[in-house]
């Protein structure tokens, strides 16, 4: 009997380890599915020396890349991503909607008809899209550049040194900026003119007459900004009042009365834009594509731009919203923005 006893008591002894090993596992088990970890830091994985923290100590990873910069062309639009890339959308013809392999490092965007320019921070510059007037022949020694301005057809791009340097287009003198002159602080160029901003704060103007676009206000003068639109001109002055000359059939530089604290201006074909200092914008000019139809409740904007029948205006959040013509997408803004 003393050893059916022994044996008895081994049996017994073995079930309680296995019963109390299927206990702790299943309480394991149970832990697990209801999200909570516990344990050493021994106890989870590792992935390239990362330590992989329990669920509820998970560190959360934003997206930081944002818009910071916007330009409407003819019949397509581009923006500017903080990471220094691009993206456009629109009418993609002559691949001005292409976005070029090169174009990375990128620091400004402009837009001109059915081309586009971009500045990279080493002070080159990108030119892709229409070229039938040598408009993204980009001359071969451009360097040192700090901003650039894409015209109907041809292009301005300011150096550091106060030189503006012109190619494309040049049948009506829009390019025609004095060589060597190291004076200029800002540049614009649309259809078939150009201004050039000085650093006095007055003006310079090349190129089409035609319909008084370069005919500038005796009282013009302390310019903060300029717009060139297509046989008009806008300049913004440091009192936050606009003075607009040129072409007026379409109401385009009809400047609506006690406009005031504006702190931006855009120039489209035939239409005119003003960003206000509490964030809204301020439309005039042609309609015919509702691109003067300031979308309601279009609050906390902080760059606007004006293409053909159509406008964009970046948000403070890094939205962009874009009214007017839609005839070739180019106010389809991306999801991704």
Not at 33 to 45: I, M
Not at 52 to 74: K, L, Y
Not at 205 to 210: A, P
Request: proline fraction near 3%; charged fraction near 15%.
């Amino acid at each position: 009997m003393s050893g059916k006893k022994t044996t008895i008591l081994f049996f017994f002894i073995l079930l309680c380890l296995i019963l109390t090993l299927f206990t702790g596992c299943l309480s394991r088990s149970e832990s697990a599915e209801n999200g909570s970890v516990s344990g050493n830091v021994s106890d989870f994985a590792h992935v390239s020396s990362t330590y992989i923290s329990p669920v509820s100590d998970a560190p959360r990873v934003m997206n930081t890349t944002r818009i910071i910069a916007i330009s409407a062309g003819g019949t397509h639009s581009l923006a500017l991503k903080s990471d220094g890339t691009v993206l456009a959308w629109g009418a993609n013809w002559y691949r001005q909607s292409t976005v070029p392999q090169n174009c990375t490092n990128i620091t400004e965007i402009s837009a001109g008809w059915h081309h586009n320019l971009a500045l990279k921070n080493d002070g080159t510059v990108v030119a892709w899209g229409d070229t039938h007037e040598g408009e993204c022949d980009v001359p071969d020694d451009m360097s040192d550049v700090r901003a650039v301005s894409a015209g109907a057809m041809h292009n301005l791009a300011l150096k550091n040194d106060g030189t503006v340097v012109a190619w494309g287009d040049n049948g009506a003198g829009q390019g025609n900026f004095p060589q060597r002159l190291t004076h200029y602080k800002a540049i614009s160029g649309r259809s078939r003119h150009s201004l050039g901003l000085k650093e006095d704060g007055t003006l310079d103007t090349f190129g089409s007459n035609l319909y008084g676009q370069r005919n500038v206000p005796a009282n013009l003068h302390t310019i903060s900004a300029i717009a060139a639109g297509s046989g008009f001109s806008l300049a913004l002055k440091d009192d936050g009042t606009v003075l607009a000359w040129g072409a007026d059939d379409r109401g385009q530089v009809s400047v609506p009365a006690n406009l005031t604290n504006v702190t931006a201006i855009a120039a489209g074909d035939e239409h005119s834009l003003a960003l206000m200092s509490n964030g809204t914008v301020v439309a005039w000019g042609r309609n015919q594509y509702g691109q003067c139809d300031v979308p309601k409740n279009l609050t906390d904007v902080i760059a606007i731009s004006a293409g053909t029948g159509h406008n964009l205006a970046l948000k403070r959040d890094g939205t962009v919203v874009a009214w007017g013509d839609n005839q070739y997408g180019q106010c389809n803004v991306p999801r991704s923005l």
